[in-house]
């Protein structure tokens, strides 16, 4: 896990330049604080800031030549079954000179070209640098759990894994997008759902995607090596095969690869089912005794300190604790922290309680197993019951138009307060449960006691914003496949791994994601539903293959939390209450959200009328990270 950056020199302006490029690295020191490294050639150049986790010896500091010198890579990320690859690698024939999984990366692409990108199990981005034939090479894994971000102009082509990189060498760069932050307050959206991101001219590399630039011709082939096929999934994983116990020997398989390290691991542990599995399974399974970290607060709706004690007194763990609100005097500076290292607003308070577990890991180990993915895959949220019920009601089978009558009954007095997911109209219009968003796209406000008519925007804002993106959408053969498939390629988890990769490494962490192994996710895409929904239970599968490894009180929990922050609370009542107002209300200086319209909604919250925390929460980091840019823009 670390930093890479670099450029083309397209135009003779940025003659590839040490200090240039020196400024870019030393930008993500946090990435890699184990070594640094830069190589040039007269149009490329190529930065590292490396995190040492495989072959600790200095001889694979980066960027990393071949043993015959032909080519040159950065690589950020680890390639888990390195080991079976190098052997076959060595089979054909290959030379190691190092004993890490970077070097396999190079050798792979020599005997197979671009067909050795499936081929690899990991996460990744890298850039690869073929000196005879002067073609780089640009790749990320399929589904965006390492970052990489390029700009490409007249010029220069730019690229690193993180956007601060390129505006330390380039400020003409710093440029907020204003249609990003239209849809970051008007659907609370910092997804990397496009190539767009809160930088205008930055944009995001597509996951499962490689580019090949020719210097030579001037050219840029861009190519997916990784697509969406659910029958070839079902051939592969699901066909002829006894479910539960490929999907635990998948699942065993993927957290015994992320535990390969050359130091130590451990995991973040929220009492939740999926994480909960990864410690169970680590530790009997494994052997491991693991660290675990986990977020504790006092107030009812966040707590879930006695699942996380059953895990760790099952499995005699090293249990940290970390008590965020031990440190919400200083909320506003640890959310300023948080969003430099994002570099761009943050999604919700949430991201605070992940940050300072990161804080706590900082010093006890250098890798964690998160349970990221999990919920998507599998249906863990109460909302994709709506979908199954769905696929129940529209098929030709009288039975299970009852067994879905059946479900509705039962989910309706398990989570009575989600009732609302499940009401007779919107069975009725079962289509019209997918959109229910917290503003219109006119940006007029719902929400209770604030105007009807009050506008989210200001008309001047609104004349710069030009959204014109078209979601994209991945069909399935069921409704709850399509909804799942798309949460994890093109909605909610390619967010969720931006805010992972954010937090961990502000802290030099590196985080694994077992449930995002791709023979899993193929496996969950091909699923039918009934393995992910039974009756009242979500994630059925994960219950089923894993039961060894859950203490019964996590098996047969109905509720999740993940890693919740009081911010409701906070806003009326925490040390940093007076604090947060001042940024929420100086955000109406900008004239993006009229004044008017921040104090409705935070006089509304303030006087219990609505929880209007989540938009509140959204205007102080939207207000954090334009005076980031600012700053920036001072200095430059």
Not at 170 to 196: G, H, K
Not at 532 to 538: A, F, H, V
Request: aromatic fraction near 14%; glycine fraction near 4%; charge should be neutral.
């Amino acid at each position: 896990m670390c930093g890479i950056a670099g450029y083309i020199d397209k135009s003779n302006r940025y003659r590839p330049d040490w200090e240039l490029l020196k400024k870019m690295t030393d930008s993500m020191i946090h990435r890699g604080p184990d070594a640094e490294g830069q190589w040039t050639d007269e149009r490329v150049a190529l930065g590292h800031r490396r995190l040492s986790i495989i072959d600790l010896d200095e001889q694979s500091n980066q960027p990393l030549a071949s043993h015959d010198e032909k080519y040159i890579i950065a690589f950020n990320g680890e390639i888990y079954n390195y080991l079976e690859l190098k052997q076959e690698l060595i089979e054909r024939g290959a030379v190691f000179k190092t004993k890490s999984d970077t070097e396999v990366i190079i050798e792979a692409y020599r005997a197979y070209g671009a067909e050795c990108f499936n081929r690899f199990n990991g996460m990744w981005a890298f850039a690869l640098y073929d000196r005879e034939e002067q073609k780089l090479v640009l790749c990320r894994d399929r589904f965006a759990i390492k970052p990489l971000y390029v700009v490409d102009n007249e010029d220069v082509f730019i690229f690193a894994s993180e956007s601060k990189a390129i505006i330390a060498a380039f400020p003409e760069e710093n440029v907020p997008n204003e249609t990003y932050i239209y849809r970051y307050l008007s659907y609370s959206s910092n997804e990397d759902t496009d190539e767009q991101c809160f930088y205008k001219n930055v944009k995001v590399f597509s996951p499962a995607y490689y580019m090949i630039y020719d210097l030579r011709k001037h050219t840029k082939e861009y190519k997916p090596y990784w697509r969406v096929d659910e029958q070839l999934f079902y051939e592969k994983w699901i066909r002829g095969r006894n479910v539960i116990r490929t999907f635990r020997k998948l699942f065993e398989s993927a957290v015994e690869l992320r535990l390969r390290a050359d130091v130590e691991v451990g995991a973040c542990l929220s009492g939740g089912l999926d994480s909960s599995a990864i410690v169970g399974c680590a530790s009997k399974k494994f052997g491991r005794k693991m660290h675990t970290f986990s977020s504790i607060y006092t107030d009812k709706e966040c707590n879930e300190e006695l699942y996380i004690r059953k895990v760790n007194e099952k499995w005699n763990t090293i249990p940290h604790y970390i008590r965020p609100d031990d440190y919400a005097a200083d909320f506003t500076k640890y959310i300023e922290d948080l969003t430099y290292h994002h570099d761009q607003p943050t999604g919700g308070a949430s991201l605070y309680s992940q940050y300072m577990v990161m804080k706590g890991v900082q010093g006890n180990v250098k890798v964690v197993l998160d349970g990221q993915g999990a919920d998507e895959l599998f249906a863990g949220y109460i909302p994709y019951y709506t979908y199954y019920v769905e696929d129940l009601i529209r098929s030709k089978s009288f039975w299970n138009k009852c067994k879905a009558i059946k479900m509705l009954v039962i989910v309706n007095k398990a989570w009575p307060e989600e009732s609302g997911c499940f009401s007779t109209n919107k069975i009725v219009n079962l289509v019209g449960l997918k959109n229910s968003f917290l503003f219109r796209n006119d940006g007029q406000i719902q929400g209770l006691k604030v105007k009807r008519n009050t506008k989210l925007f200001t008309d001047e804002f609104l004349d710069k914003v030009h959204d014109d993106y078209q979601i994209k959408e991945i069909k399935c053969s069921s409704a709850l496949n399509t909804e799942l498939c798309n949460a994890v390629l093109n909605r909610s988890i390619p967010s969720l791994l931006h805010n992972e990769d954010g937090n961990s490494m502000a802290f030099s962490i590196e985080s694994r994601v077992p449930f995002l192994d791709y023979r899993i996710v193929e496996f969950a895409i091909a699923l039918d539903g009934k393995y992910k929904i039974k009756n009242q239970w979500t994630k059925w599968i994960i219950r089923k293959a894993c039961k060894e490894y859950l203490p019964k009180e996590i098996a047969k929990r109905k509720n999740k939390m993940g890693f919740p922050a009081p911010f409701d609370r906070w806003l009326r009542e925490g040390s940093s209450k007076e604090e947060i107002k001042e940024v929420i209300y100086a955000f109406g200086d900008r004239n993006i959200v009229p004044i008017e319209t921040i104090d409705q909604y935070y006089r509304a919250h303030i006087n219990r009328e609505a929880d209007f925390s989540s938009i509140l929460f959204r205007l102080y980091s939207m207000e954090l990270w334009l005076r980031r840019c600012d700053a920036v823009k001072n200095t430059a």
